[in-house]
């Protein structure tokens, strides 16, 4: 008996112990490995995305402290000149008047975004199926129209001479509007530009506030509705407080995209009649175009990426302070 049982001991002993099989990360080292592994994966990815945006962006702030000319550009003899460039704009008036237009532009541009995304997503909301689907799938082929089409297509839409929106117009009795060159007034090339941008910007932004608002729970509209709240009250004390991170989310994203429009304007008006449509994007390309002051027209690039991220700080800070109060 007693030989049997000393048998069974270092047999049951090496059944309980673990195994490492060969190729195993759990051996010395192994955790290590397996660790790293999924890092390892995207390394090649992070670094080619940090190359796209870092190297431009640093080449611009180089070129923005350099006298950079046509022929700087070709010999590469640039000098440093430090912050010159910057001086020169900012004691320009032309410079802040286009910051001015700018933000006009952005303020603008984005209120209307915001406030007909969020009525055509309350809209499709409520809607049935059948036209539920119609709405989103035209929301969807808008968005998929490509911005120089798009562009294109507004350009014919208001020509003096074959545009419908004249043609429409005079049919109505409108007989001022007879060869109107809307393009050769500041105020109605403004207006086309900014409807154009929130025509391209509307199905994004109301198709992520959809998305927001079928996850409110149905319970609350009713308890809601119970208490005798109408649809201005339930909108403001239930909807939005749900979908607001959301909202926020698009909004500071609609900022982005509307701050830095260029090609829109590039295509349709390339800053005109005068500077009436020239915001800071397309004053950074008029100035580095015009007299090959590439220099200037960096400077002019970094200053905007200031002003937008500065915007979207204090933006921020008021955001989670609002956050913070509320908890």
């Known amino acids: 008996m007693s030989t049997v049982r000393e048998r069974s001991v270092p047999r049951e002993a090496a059944r309980r112990r673990p195994t490492n099989p060969a190729g195993s990360s759990r051996g010395p080292g192994g955790a290590g490995r397996g660790v790293l592994w999924p890092y390892l994966l995207i390394a090649p990815a992070v ?128 007989d001022s509007y007879e060869g109107y060159t809307w393009f050769a007034h500041g105020g109605t090339a403004f207006a086309i530009v900014v409807v154009l941008i929130v025509w391209q910007s509307v199905p994004f932004a109301a198709i992520t506030l959809y998305s927001a608002l079928v996850t409110v729970p149905a319970e609350l509209y009713e308890s809601a509705r119970m208490d005798g709240a109408g649809g201005t009250r339930v909108f403001r004390s239930v909807t939005f407080p749900l979908i607001r991170p959301i909202f926020m989310l698009v909004l500071s994203l609609e900022v982005i995209w509307t701050f830095k429009a260029f090609v829109q304007i590039w295509v349709m008006t390339r800053g005109g009649p005068g500077e009436a ?24 690039s970094m200053l905007t990426v200031l002003l937008m991220s500065g915007v979207l700080v204090l933006y921020f800070r008021q955001l989670f302070r609002q956050e913070a109060e509320q908890l």
Not at 279 to 284: E, F, H, N, S
């Open 47 to 174: 670094l080619g995305m940090l190359y796209l945006l870092l190297y431009p962006l640093g080449r611009a702030l180089l070129i923005s402290m350099q006298d950079f000319r046509l022929r700087q550009l070709i010999l590469g003899d640039a000098e440093f000149v430090g912050l010159r460039n910057y001086r020169t704009l900012l004691g320009d008036p032309e410079f802040w008047e286009v910051v001015r237009r700018t933000f006009v532009f952005m303020a603008v541009c984005v209120v209307a975004i915001m406030v007909l995304s969020t009525l055509v997503a309350l809209m499709t909301e409520r809607l049935g199926g059948v036209a539920r689907t119609v709405v989103l799938s035209s929301l969807v082929l808008v968005w998929a129209v490509p911005v120089v089409a798009a562009t294109t297509v507004f350009q014919w839409l208001f020509h003096s001479e074959f545009g419908i929106v004249n043609e429409t117009l005079t049919g109505l009795g409108l």
């Open 277 to 300: 449509t020239t915001i800071l994007p397309v004053y950074a390309v008029q100035t580095a175009l015009s007299g090959q002051r590439y220099d200037l027209g960096s400077a002019a």
